[in-house]
């Protein structure tokens, strides 16, 4: 199965496969590729034009020359209600079947004919061992309809739909070997950069314990570059990306850039460790496109005081004959959803 994310402006494809046999925890990356979106084809984690969305999938297929045809997919967080639920241990299948959907009327706004609900058993509760916690998940059908359609016009049949951060969490456990004390114990931050929307996933002993979306993202830097350097939005990327901007572009325009993501990323921690009772944050990692900015990962360093890292999933794997091995490289921090989804084939 490959992990296929749709994101604000690109469609990014990966496909893993396990080395060593299953649950051996080795794999390597079989195929890769990324399709630029047309602006507005998304917006706010909603696909406004699934042909064209549709295409892009049938483009990046083609391009990574990947054979498989099942994909799992991710809905952004903002758009998916979770709630842990606590029910008497002694359910069986079709009483808790009864009993969640009875609860989850309370907590989903809409109708649930107009949701798709999932649930899955967590374990026993530890207060209370007579009772397990089992977590929901809610979100509107037609955001689901909408990437399944998607998916089908570019040529694949969807086989899981995930959350984002759920994506990233598991994307993690190829990261935590990494990390000091392979993340035992670590209050860890890692926060997604993307185009249009940043996010915080923070992780305790490797579960997410808080998620907080707050929009901000590298579309500000290309926007900046385009208003000071009188080019189109276009023109404005492909130089963010590939160089031959003026040699007054770092001192005026990417430094006062790289000082505001350093804020929001301290902002964000600051609304978790308002929010909950951790106190301090042990490492910050660093994610999305905007994330491979050189020295972006020092200055946060600098700033916080906290250790941070550039997320990269691949530094222990191996890499097949037909990817790039350097544009993978490139994309590295760009493609942790896209990881944790095609992590789902060996579930």
């Known amino acids: 199965m490959i992990g296929l994310d749709i994101s604000s402006s690109v469609v990014k494809l990966l496909e893993l496969s396990e080395q060593g046999g299953r649950g051996s925890g080795r794999y390597r990356v079989e195929a890769y590729a990324v399709e630029t979106l047309l602006p507005n084809v998304m917006v706010e984690g909603n696909i406004m034009d699934v042909e064209a969305v549709g295409r892009a999938i049938r483009s990046v297929v083609k391009k990574a020359g990947t054979k498989a045809k099942k994909a799992a997919v991710a809905v952004s967080g903002s758009s998916v209600i979770t709630k842990t639920l606590s029910v008497p241990a002694s359910l069986s299948e079709k009483e808790l ?10 907590y989903v706004p809409v109708p ?9 058993v967590i374990g026993p509760n530890e207060k209370n061992p007579e009772m397990m916690d089992v977590l929901l998940a809610a979100c509107r059908s037609e955001t689901v309809d909408e ?26 456990t190829v990261l935590a070997s990494q990390w000091p004390n392979g993340g035992e114990g670590l ?13 915080l996933n923070a992780l305790h002993n490797g ?3 808080y998620t907080r979306e707050q929009n901000f993202g590298g579309r500000q830097l290309t926007e900046e570059i385009q208003r000071r350097y009188g080019l189109s939005f276009e023109e ?3 130089a963010k990306r590939n160089g031959g901007l003026p040699d007054s572009y770092e001192a005026e325009v990417l430094d006062p850039f790289k000082e505001a993501v350093a804020q929001q990323v301290n902002r964000a921690i600051q609304f978790f460790l308002g929010a909950t009772p951790y106190n301090h944050v042990d490492l910050i990692v660093l994610a999305g496109g905007t994330s491979s900015i050189p020295g972006l990962d020092e200055l946060i360093q600098d700033r916080l005081g906290v250790d941070t890292l550039v997320a990269n999933p691949f530094t222990h794997m191996s890499i097949g004959s037909r990817v790039d091995a350097q544009a993978l490289a490139n994309d590295a921090p760009a493609m942790m959803i896209a990881c944790g989804l095609a992590l789902r084939s060996f579930d």
């Open 187 to 199: 209050t860890v931050a890692l926060l997604d950069i993307g185009a249009t929307t940043t996010t």
């Open 97 to 106: 079947e009864a009993q969640i959907e009875m609860e989850a009327d309370q």
């Open 147 to 172: 990437r399944v359609a998607a998916i089908s016009l570019g040529g694949l049949e969807c086989e899981v739909v995930d959350v984002e951060g759920y994506a990233l969490e598991r994307a993690c």
């Open 236 to 238: 404005a990327g492909m």
């Open 112 to 120: 649930l004919e107009e949701v798709n609900l999932d649930w899955e």
């Open 207 to 209: 579960m997410t314990v």
